[in-house]
């Protein structure tokens, strides 16, 4: 075994191990504690690539992507506002199909919570929450440079280099079986979370496209992370406001199947884009 394989083997063996073992101790445990011991398991992909990188294939972090490439800001806006136009066309979706029906308002849902805001916000409460999802957006990035940093800036582009749709066919199924157990809790697919491991990995290989393109063109690992905590923000917590008990999570999320068609459509294009640049190298 060569020493990239060595790494990428024990770089899934780190991610799976670390973070499933702190997800069950932070489920049995309960409390404050859990919390922590939650977030330390988002973080196993970060630490599994340092490990891997630095004892293991030794190679450093100069292709990491670390720094925030500022001359690539329109890839931050798209990865920032892609969630939104996602679950936009969602709702127009679960309207259409006869899905589900969205209160773009989200009193329902605040009120349900006990969250109600005071009479003179409350017209204004449906803006207010996207504004308050979309600046959690940008707060949580940090956090989610837990996984990208392993998954987009390790895993997918050493998986199959040269091969960039089936490096992130591959990713996207490793990283939809890394999320298994907290699918089985309920996260995700809370009506159908055995269901939800079939549906997952479609989704997981549509945002690997996406996010591993992200990090491509911005040459940044804060690009696809901004898109994924913007994903799991913007698009997990709207699909919950606007359709509160009004439809099932499994069409109408972020990760679910509606949201099939409209990255479907970012993938295609995205894929479109490499295969006319690629043919256009090869022609020059």
């Known amino acids: 075994m060569d020493v990239t394989r060595k790494g990428i083997a024990l770089y899934v063996a780190i991610a799976y191990g670390l973070a499933w073992l702190a997800w069950e101790t932070s489920f049995q445990l309960g409390g404050a504690a859990s919390q922590i011991l939650f977030y330390l398991g988002a973080f196993a992909p970060a630490i599994a690539a340092i490990v891997v990188r630095k004892w293991v294939t030794r190679e450093g972090f100069g292709d990491a992507g670390l720094k925030i490439n500022t001359r690539a800001w329109r890839y931050y806006v798209f990865a920032w506002l892609l969630p939104l136009a996602v679950i936009l066309i969602i709702a127009s979706e679960a309207i259409a199909f006869s899905v ?3 209160d773009f308002s989200s009193q329902i849902a605040l009120h349900a919570m006990h969250h109600d805001l005071p009479p003179k916000l409350a017209p204004y409460s449906g803006i ?3 504004m308050q999802e979309l600046l959690r957006a940008v707060a949580f990035a940090p956090v989610l440079w837990g996984e990208e940093f392993g998954w987009r800036g390790f895993l997918q582009p050493r998986v199959a280099p040269g091969r960039p749709l089936i490096a992130a066919v591959l990713t996207g199924i490793i990283w939809a079986v ?3 157990p907290l699918i089985l809790r309920g996260y995700n697919y809370p009506e159908n979370p055995w269901l939800g491991l079939l549906l997952f990995p479609v989704t997981s290989i549509l945002l690997s496209i996406i996010f591993g393109w992200l990090r491509e063109k ?12 913007s994903t799991n923000a913007v698009g997990g917590s709207l699909s919950l406001l606007w359709f509160y008990s009004r439809a099932s999570q499994t069409w109408i999320g972020i990760q679910g199947i509606l949201a099939w068609l409209p990255l479907g459509a970012v993938c295609a294009w995205v894929v479109w884009s490499q295969h006319k640049k690629d043919t256009a190298a090869k022609a020059g």
């Open 100 to 102: 589900g029906d969205p």
């Open 178 to 180: 890394w999320h298994y």
């Open 128 to 130: 207010l929450m996207v």
């Open 218 to 229: 911005s040459g940044s690992i804060w690009a696809s992370s901004l898109a994924h905590s």
